[in-house]
C-alpha cells in the first residue's frame, strides 16, 4: 500500500509558476511509475506528466510540455511537477499517482491516488 500527499497547489496569476509535490508513503516509491494528473471541473480526469521508476522516461502532454517539469527523488520518496508560465486553462484539480505496472499515461494503470490539490490560474 502507497499512501500519496500532493502539495503545493494555490492561486496564482497568469504567467507565474507552481511546483507540486507528491509525497509517498508506506513503501519505497522506486517500485512505482508515477503520474501526475489533473481534473478540470466537469471533466475526465488526464494525464499531463509521467515518470518511469528510475526517472529515466518521462511523458508531457501536449498541453504542458515545454512549461512543466516532472521528476522524482526516490531517496526522498517524493516526486514534483514544476509548472511555468501558467495559463487559466490549467486551473484544475492536480493528482499524483502511482503504477506497480509499466510507465504509462493510462489513469487506469495507475494503483493508488493522492487527494489531490487545487492550482487555480487567475487573469
Known amino acids: 500500500q502507497v499512501q500519496l500527499v500532493e502539495s503545493g497547489g494555490g492561486l496564482v496569476q497568469v504567467g507565474g509558476s507552481l511546483r507540486l509535490s507528491c509525497d509517498a508513503s508506506?513503501?519505497?516509491?522506486?517500485?512505482?511509475?508515477m503520474g501526475w494528473f489533473r481534473q478540470h471541473a466537469g471533466k475526465e480526469r488526464e494525464c499531463v506528466a509521467a515518470?518511469?521508476?528510475?526517472?529515466?522516461?518521462?511523458y508531457y502532454a501536449d498541453s504542458v510540455k515545454g512549461r512543466s517539469t516532472i521528476s522524482r527523488d526516490n531517496a526522498k520518496n517524493m516526486m514534483y511537477l514544476q509548472m511555468n508560465s501558467l495559463k487559466p486553462e490549467d486551473t484544475a484539480v492536480y493528482y499524483c499517482?502511482?503504477?506497480?505496472?509499466?510507465?504509462?499515461?493510462?489513469?487506469?494503470?495507475?494503483?493508488?491516488w493522492g487527494q489531490g490539490t487545487q492550482v487555480t490560474v487567475s487573469s
Open positions: 508506506g513503501r519505497t516509491l522506486s517500485g512505482y511509475s
Open positions: 499517482a502511482a503504477s506497480r505496472s509499466g510507465w504509462s499515461r493510462a489513469e487506469a494503470e495507475y494503483d493508488y
Open positions: 515518470i518511469s521508476r528510475n526517472g529515466g522516461m518521462t
